[in-house]
């Protein structure tokens, strides 16, 4: 990643007067985003699914399964 100097160069700039002013009804020139702006993020939550509410979906899942194939059995009998 290559860091851009958010500064213009003021021989390279157009527009721009001696000292690094602006004329009245020009467009001064734009802005450069800085790429490491902004503080440190330390704290990064973890993404997913936990293994706790994971498993009792699952458990809930098997159960009314289970109850499903039960119920045909004992219709079909």
């Known amino acids: 990643m290559s860091h851009v100097n958010p500064d213009p160069e003021p021989d390279r700039t157009t527009g721009l007067e001696p000292g690094g ?7 001064p020139p734009a802005e450069s985003s800085m790429p490491e702006a902004g ?3 330390t704290h990064n939550p973890t ?7 994971l498993t009792l979906i699952l458990a809930l899942v098997i159960l009314v399964a289970a109850f499903f194939l039960v119920y045909a059995l004992i219709l079909i009998l």
């Open 39 to 41: 503080p440190r993020e």
């Open 21 to 27: 002013g602006v004329p009245p009804g020009e467009t």
């Open 47 to 53: 993404k997913g699914w936990a293994k706790a509410p």
